[in-house]
Structures are given as structure tokens and as C-alpha cells.
């Protein structure tokens, strides 16, 4: 059975930093695909960072690129959204995801489909 469980959120001022966990069981973690969303209240849920795990390749949105970095813990199935300079309208509900166990990379992220995922951990950035 495949979970993911987030961890890290809080809330901080602008600019400062937060690190997010998204701890995966019930699948082979290598040679796969892991993302992070977010969603605030009132909008679509938006792609925030995706890696495929074999090759650590990593996709970001454009409004994240530059101060957002995800990464992996291979070795405790973990991935991390490490997130810098943060701004209120980062301000959301930050999800990890992953597709199906059968797909080995995350190309053509954002626009996969993603079949699990976790119970969200909030994210609040004050001005």
C-alpha cells in the first residue's frame, strides 16, 4: 500500500525559509517519480516541484524556480522541498504525490496523472 506523509510545514514572515518531508513507503522509492503541490483556498492545486528518482532529475514551476529545491533521501525514502525566500502567495496547502508505481520518471511533469497522495502539511507566509 503506497503512502506519503508530509512534514515541515508552519508559518513564517516573508522571506524567511522552511524545509517540507514527504516520507514514501509501499513502493520501490528508486527509478520512480515523486512531486510536490500546493493549493490555496479558492484556486487550482498547482505543481510545485517534481523528481524522478533514478536520475534526480528535477522540475520546478516557474514561480518557484530559484528559490525552491527539492530533493531526495534515497536511502530513507524521502523527498524534501526545500523552500527559500518565501512569499505570501506561497501561503497554500502543500501535498506530495506520486503516479503510478509503474511510471519511472516524472517527464512531461506537471501534466501526468498522479494516483497517490498525502494528507497535506500547511504552509502560511505573513507579509
Known amino acids: 500500500q503506497v503512502q506519503l506523509s508530509e512534514s515541515g510545514g508552519g508559518s513564517v514572515q516573508a522571506g524567511g525559509s522552511l524545509r517540507l518531508s514527504c516520507a514514501a513507503s509501499g513502493f520501490r522509492f528508486r527509478g520512480g517519480c515523486l512531486s510536490w503541490f500546493r493549493q490555496a483556498p479558492g484556486t487550482e492545486r498547482e505543481g510545485v516541484a517534481g523528481?524522478?528518482?533514478?536520475?534526480?532529475?528535477?522540475y520546478y514551476a516557474d514561480s518557484v524556480k530559484g528559490r525552491f529545491t527539492m530533493s531526495q533521501d534515497t536511502a530513507n525514502n524521502t523527498v524534501y522541498l526545500h523552500m527559500d525566500s518565501l512569499r505570501p502567495e506561497d501561503t497554500a496547502m502543500y501535498y506530495c504525490a506520486s503516479p503510478s508505481i509503474y511510471r519511472t520518471t516524472c517527464a512531461g511533469w506537471p501534466r501526468i496523472s498522479f494516483t497517490y497522495w498525502g494528507q497535506g502539511t500547511q504552509v502560511t507566509v505573513s507579509s
Open positions: 523528481i524522478s528518482t533514478g536520475t534526480s532529475t528535477v
